[in-house]
């Protein structure tokens, strides 16, 4: 590993923003799930300045997202990049919203469109149940041209052609706000801005190697001693701690890690970062819950160490657990490579995401149908932080941590038991195979 890399993964992946002021604030609030990315924002008034922020940028970060397709496009065509750069598709909520306000304030009548493509407007006025209106697209432009496309949604007003105009561009929008044209700007949701950064995050060298990196963790039994004294008999107290090691065990299942005895009270696991970050909803909270899941009166203290080496690791996790016993126990701290400190990070499950809150039928035909408890811990995680229940096999791929080949097979598992189903598919490019988009129904509600 070079010293620029291991850098990169002791302050966090940097990435660069990249769109006007007001898609700041979302990404911000959107990159708050994602720990591991260090972002750095830059500003423009006009879309052309995105390519001078892009050449300045593509030195200091490892992969740049931008606000909206125009920009990165501008920037494909004229940057010599060597990162990886996405930009936030407009999708249908998005859309769903400038249509909404549209028809609050003016009505929905024939409008002028630009960069949007005609079929999310067909699948929000289906799912709408309503009559598409005429809509008037904008002439596609070798160079993103501001002013021809100003002029463009004028001339369609004007003309008595459009009643109203969607536009993707904050200066267009403006422009003809000014002019006094019905308009909405049509902007990505918070749910696009996550899925974004997924991909984005998914796209690093920084982050392939995060993925596989070595996590430590110490779990010990808050006053163990007090619990033994508890106890009836020796039978009983034997017992607790098989409860307790039965509890201990699936729950590092489930982080798909190995576990070892450290002594009477202590525990040690072992696991990768990406999926100790995929079952905690990026470090929000560690789904152990031991009065919940066993009916003792116990608490755990938990101490989890990342590092370069195993050494480095093992030794933050002490230090993480010293940590939180001071605290007062019942919580955990995460000591990272770099030796700062999160926490404190609640024990037990969020009210949403997590499998416990699953029918228990469900969870049963499930494990039935190959959808093991990793798995599914892994879907409902991704589900709950996107905000979505609908994948591709690519998605559902990542999300799971497997490979696409086994996806596949596992669909046809899932489809069979009723599980999935198939409800349509996409085509992405004129080359190709159409892409099968699969919806789990169960995830719709959680």
Same mark, same amino acid.
């Given at each position: 590993?070079?010293?620029?890399?291991?850098?990169?993964?002791?302050?966090?992946?940097?990435?660069?923003?990249?769109?006007?002021?007001?898609?700041?604030?979302?990404?911000?609030?959107?990159?708050?799930?994602?720990?591991?990315?260090?972002?750095?924002?830059?500003?423009?008034?006009?879309?052309?300045?995105?390519?001078?922020?892009?050449?300045?940028?593509?030195?200091?970060?490892?992969?740049?997202?931008?606000?909206?397709?125009?920009?990165?496009?501008?920037?494909?065509?004229?940057?010599?990049?060597?990162?990886?750069?996405?930009?936030?598709?407009?999708?249908?909520?998005?859309?769903?919203?400038?249509?909404?306000?549209?028809?609050?304030?003016?009505?929905?009548?024939?409008?002028?469109?630009?960069?949007?493509?005609?079929?999310?407007?067909?699948?929000?006025?289906?799912?709408?149940?309503?009559?598409?209106?005429?809509?008037?697209?904008?002439?596609?432009?070798?160079?993103?041209?501001?002013?021809?496309?100003?002029k463009f949604h004028l001339e369609q007003f004007r003309s008595g052609r459009s009643q109203g105009a969607l536009t993707a561009l904050r200066s267009v929008y403006e422009a003809l706000a000014a002019e006094g044209v019905p308009c909405d700007w049509v902007l990505p949701t918070e749910q696009d801005a996550v899925v974004s950064l997924e991909r984005a995050l998914?796209?690093?060298? !920084? *982050?392939?190697?995060? +993925?596989? &990196?070595? =996590?430590?963790?110490?779990? %010990?039994?808050?006053?163990?001693?007090? $619990?033994?004294?508890? !106890? *009836?008999?020796?039978? +009983?107290? &034997?017992? =607790?701690?098989?409860?307790? %090691?039965?509890?201990?065990?699936?729950? $590092?299942?489930?982080?798909?890690?190995?576990?070892?005895?450290?002594?009477?009270d202590e525990y040690l696991f072992v696991t990768t970062r990406g999926t100790f970050e995929r079952l905690t909803g990026g470090y929000k909270y560690i789904p152990l819950a031991p009065k919940k899941r066993i009916g003792h009166s116990l608490s755990f203290s938990i101490g989890i160490g990342f590092g370069r080496t195993a050494n480095e690791a093992g030794t933050?996790?002490?230090?993480?657990?010293?940590?939180?016993?001071?605290?007062?126990?019942?919580?955990?701290?995460?000591?990272?490579?770099?030796?700062?400190?999160?926490?404190?990070?609640?024990?037990?499950?969020?009210?949403?995401?997590?499998?416990?809150?699953?029918?228990?039928?469900?969870?049963?035909?499930?494990?039935?149908?190959?959808?093991?408890?990793?798995?599914?811990?892994?879907?409902?995680?991704?589900?709950?932080?996107?905000?979505?229940?609908?994948?591709?096999?690519?998605?559902?791929?990542?999300?799971?941590?497997?490979?696409?080949?086994?996806?596949?097979?596992?669909?046809?598992?899932?489809?069979?038991?009723?599980?999935?189903?198939?409800?349509?598919?996409?085509?992405?490019?004129?080359?190709?195979?159409?892409?099968?988009?699969?919806?789990?129904?169960?995830?719709?509600?959680?």
């Amino acid at each position: 590993m070079t010293e620029s890399d291991q850098a990169s993964m002791t302050k966090g992946i940097r990435i660069g923003f990249i769109g006007p002021a007001p898609m700041m604030a979302l990404l911000r609030k959107a990159a708050r799930g994602f720990p591991s990315f260090e972002p750095i924002c830059r500003i423009y008034e006009n879309v052309n300045e995105a390519v001078q922020l892009t050449d300045a940028l593509a030195e200091e970060v490892e992969v740049i997202l931008y606000s909206g397709p125009i920009a990165y496009q501008l920037c494909i065509e004229q940057c010599h990049l060597t990162i990886p750069v996405h930009y936030i598709p407009l999708t249908g909520s998005g859309l769903y919203r400038s249509l909404f306000r549209m028809n609050r304030l003016w009505g929905l009548g024939p409008m002028s469109v630009d960069t949007l493509p005609l079929q999310p407007f067909r699948h929000a006025f289906q799912e709408l149940g309503e009559q598409l209106p005429e809509l008037i697209f904008c002439p596609a432009q070798e160079r993103i041209d501001v002013e021809e496309i100003k002029k463009f949604h004028l001339e369609q007003f004007r003309s008595g052609r459009s009643q109203g105009a969607l536009t993707a561009l904050r200066s267009v929008y403006e422009a003809l706000a000014a002019e006094g044209v019905p308009c909405d700007w049509v902007l990505p949701t918070e749910q696009d801005a996550v899925v974004s950064l997924e991909r984005a995050l998914l796209s690093t060298q !920084t *982050r392939r190697s995060k +993925e596989s &990196q070595i =996590v430590f963790g110490l779990v %010990q039994v808050d006053d163990f001693r007090k $619990v033994a004294e508890n !106890t *009836r008999s020796e039978h +009983e107290f &034997q017992r =607790v701690k098989l409860d307790i %090691q039965r509890l201990m065990l699936e729950y $590092v299942e489930t982080l798909e890690g190995h576990m070892t005895m450290v002594g009477g009270d202590e525990y040690l696991f072992v696991t990768t970062r990406g999926t100790f970050e995929r079952l905690t909803g990026g470090y929000k909270y560690i789904p152990l819950a031991p009065k919940k899941r066993i009916g003792h009166s116990l608490s755990f203290s938990i101490g989890i160490g990342f590092g370069r080496t195993a050494n480095e690791a093992g030794t933050h996790a002490r230090t993480a657990l010293i940590r939180a016993q001071e605290a007062g126990g019942a919580t955990c701290f995460i000591v990272r490579e770099d030796e700062s400190l999160l926490g404190p990070i609640e024990l037990g499950e969020p009210a949403s995401g997590t499998i416990t809150l699953l029918d228990a039928d469900l969870v049963k035909r499930a494990k039935e149908a190959g959808l093991t408890e990793a798995y599914l811990s892994r879907l409902v995680s991704s589900a709950s932080r996107a905000g979505k229940s609908e994948y591709d096999v690519h998605e559902l791929s990542s999300a799971l941590g497997i490979t696409v080949r086994s996806t596949h097979r596992l669909i046809l598992q899932w489809v069979d038991a009723d599980l999935a189903e198939v409800v349509r598919e996409e085509r992405r490019s004129a080359k190709g195979r159409p892409k099968q988009i699969i919806r789990f129904p169960f995830l719709t509600n959680v």
